[in-house]
């Protein structure tokens, strides 16, 4: 039985002595033993060493500090954020430093929880998809000297943040550039969330490519069925998922006449068009042409293949990855990468890639009458 070392039989002390003497809960003790975060930093020192001076060996302890590249992505069950680890880590890898991962909350912020964990791992520098720092821990990773950059910001960082996204408004006015050249007229797109950047930017495009050919966009929400003259430019919001792309092509699909082509604002958002178009019984792309904007695996997989925006996202990842190692090499004689000392603000080209989910309007679409819903 375990005897509390103040009682003089010389036996290691329990982890609730230790708690006791530490003036923190068991809880906290069991954290800073296997090496986990949420506890503050005087805290763990604390503890830390309470454990040592009675003979625990911390389990599962983070690697030394300056060993690690701390990536932080929106989910790891998205094939989005799946590219996003590959040009993090092949980067990391080439320069001798292991990755550590984390995923944001639904609100693309990080938490207490994280900001204390990467604290005390102490990395050469932090990655984040989307997510927006506060100013408070900003200075935080500042004063421990972790440099950070930004993968396609969700909204707009200061210009002291490091970013890296891609032309989306460029990819945007491509995608519905290209269903105008095959001769729609009657172009409907799913947005994505409008507080996102990289969304707003997307429909921007598509609606300069429609401007320019004397049409206009105009957006409702995906829990309407509004309709404008032929669909031309009917914009509907949604959520960036397959099942809110469903949801909202059949929104687009039940108005009079219903679009010949839609574009959507990522990949999920076109196969979950492709899913209502099947329901409905139209056929890919002879009655209806849909495009998608990434260019993840999915969107190769798909039958048929999509017709997307291929926005170079491992290449992006690289790019905010060689930065924040540049930014933590400082005065290094050898550099890591061709970067300019300083905060940037990087925008990779998309390009479009044309598969078999798009052609020009078949001879039945001309008055095509709308799909119940």
Not at 132 to 155: E, M, S, Y
Not at 219 to 230: E, F, L, N, P, R
Not at 311 to 324: F, K
Request: with cysteine.
């Amino acid at each position: 039985m375990g005897v509390d070392a103040a009682g003089g039989s010389g036996s290691r002390p329990t982890l609730g002595t230790i708690a006791r003497r530490a003036s923190v809960s068991l809880a906290t003790v069991s954290k800073v033993l296997n090496g986990r975060p949420g506890v503050s930093g005087p805290t763990r020192e604390r503890v830390e060493h309470l454990l040592a001076a009675s003979g625990y060996a911390q389990r599962d302890r983070p690697p030394e500090p300056g060993s690690l590249v701390e990536l932080v992505v929106e989910d790891l069950a998205s094939e989005w954020s799946i590219e996003i680890v590959r040009g993090v880590e092949q980067v990391a890898r080439e320069h001798g430093y292991a990755l550590s991962l984390s995923a944001l909350g639904a609100d693309h912020a990080v938490g207490e929880d994280w900001i204390a964990g990467v604290l005390h791992r102490r990395p050469v520098a932090v990655v984040l998809q989307f997510s927006a720092l506060t100013a408070g821990r900003r200075d935080q990773l500042r004063a421990r000297g972790i440099p950070f950059t930004v993968v396609d910001p969700v909204g707009d960082p200061p210009a002291d943040v490091p970013v890296v996204g891609a032309t989306n408004t460029a990819g945007g006015a491509a995608a519905t550039q290209h269903l105008l050249d095959l001769g729609h007229r009657r172009i409907a797109a799913i947005a994505g969330p409008l507080d996102m950047r990289c969304a707003a930017d997307r429909l921007a495009g598509h609606r300069a490519a429609l401007a320019a050919a004397g049409r206009e966009a105009r957006t409702t929400s995906a829990g309407t069925a509004a309709v404008d003259d032929g669909a031309a430019g009917h914009v509907v919001v949604a959520d960036f998922s397959r099942a809110d792309g469903e949801r909202a092509a059949r929104v687009l699909l039940a108005t009079a006449p219903r679009p010949t082509a839609i574009v959507t604002g990522n990949d999920l958002q076109a196969l979950g068009v492709l899913d209502a178009a099947r329901a409905s019984g139209l056929r890919v792309p002879e009655d209806l042409s849909v495009v998608g904007f990434d260019d993840v695996a999915p969107a190769r997989w798909a039958r048929p293949a999509l017709t997307t925006i291929r926005q170079p996202l491992q290449e992006m990842a690289q790019r905010a990855t060689r930065m924040a190692l540049r930014q933590h090499a400082g005065g290094a004689t050898e550099p890591v990468g061709d970067l300019d000392d300083g905060p940037v603000r990087v925008e990779l080209a998309t390009a479009l890639v044309v598969r078999d989910s798009t052609a020009a309007p078949g001879p039945g679409t001309r008055d095509a009458p709308p799909v119940r819903r």
